[in-house]
Antibody, heavy 124, light 103 residues
Framework: EVQLVESGGGLVQPGGSLRLSCAAS????????MSWVRQAPGKGLEWVAD????????YYVDSVKGRFTISRDNAKNALYLQMNSLRSEDTAVYYC?????????????????WGQGTLVTVSS | SYELTQPPSVSVSPGQTARITCSGD??????AYWYQQKSGRAPVLVIY???KRPSGILERFSGSSSGTMATLTISGAQVEDEADYYC??????FGGGTKLTVL
């Protein structure tokens, strides 16, 4: 069974930094794109960033570009999100999510397994 | 930018059929996916590639897609199906979510 366990959330002041980690098990971690998806309190789901299997491609939502960095360590089956210059609007539960390819070619990926999430609160 | 539109809320009585819609211009060319999120929990995939159910998802959950609209149907909805439901299609964009109330 695929398991994704996030850690590293907490309370941080505006302008501060935090590093989230995700420990993966139950599948060949290095075979999948991985994402971070967040959910602000009472709001919907927002994709934040994703990373290719070998780390050679990374993509970000515009609101975090230049502030957040996604990375992975396939030897440790781990995914990371370094968050700098944090703002109050970054307050959210952050989920580590595996991406799976659609069956048909050209139909893109989708999010199949989700971690339990870790809460990041940015407040003074 | 690409958008998926869902109704904010749907309400049914126990045993009735609940239908949650998702509309988007890319749906004729891309699959629809549906996630269930119960209060305080992580989202769970309940329908993938328009109509398929992952292992462990109850048969009362079904999906369909036609043109620019996808539909999640819960046949004989139960109180335990109360949750937020999100659709997804492509380009890393989720629908806004639909709160399903069963009472």
């Amino acid at each position: 069974e695929v398991q994704l366990v996030e850690s590293g959330g907490g309370l941080v002041q505006p302008g501060g930094s935090l590093r989230l980690s995700c420990a993966a098990s139950g599948s060949t971690f290095s075979s999948y794109w991985m994402s971070w998806v967040r959910q602000a309190p009472g709001k919907g789901l927002e994709w934040v960033a994703d990373i290719k299997q070998d780390g050679s491609e990374k993509y970000y939502v515009d609101s975090v570009k230049g502030r957040f960095t996604i990375s992975r360590d396939n030897a440790k089956n781990a995914l990371y999100l370094q968050m700098n210059s944090l703002r109050s609007e970054d307050t959210a539960v952050y989920y580590c999510v595996r991406e799976a390819p659609a069956t048909a070619t050209g139909y893109g990926d989708y999010f199949d397994y989700w971690g339990q999430g870790t809460l990041v609160t940015v407040s003074s | 930018s690409y958008e998926l539109t869902q109704p904010p809320s749907v309400s049914v009585s126990p045993g009735q059929t609940a239908r949650i819609t998702c509309s988007g211009d890319a749906l004729p060319k891309k699959y629809a996916y549906w996630y269930q999120q119960k209060s305080g929990r992580a989202p769970v995939l309940v329908i993938y590639e328009d109509t398929k159910r992952p292992s462990g998802i109850l048969e009362r959950f079904s999906g369909s897609s036609s043109g620019t609209m996808a539909t999640l149907t819960i046949s004989g909805a139960q109180v335990e199906d109360e949750a937020d439901y999100y659709c997804y299609s492509t380009d890393r964009v989720f629908g806004g979510g639909t709160k399903l109330t069963v009472l």
